[in-house]
């Protein structure tokens, strides 16, 4: 093989790695309980009027 191959192979397993790495975080259970309390967080503040609607 050639230098250039190899370069190739290791970004492309280091780039696997990284990809894995997010997937394991944003399904990790501490992470899920962050994302749900962000995502009622936005819903609750939907139900308050706007400042454009106030006036």
Known sequence: MDM??????IVTVLGMLCFL?????AYGKRSKTRFDEIAE???KDDDSPSASQRS
């Open 4 to 9: 250039q191959n190899d370069l190739r192979i």
């Open 21 to 25: 790495a997010i997937c394991i975080w």
């Open 41 to 43: 967080d936005v819903i």
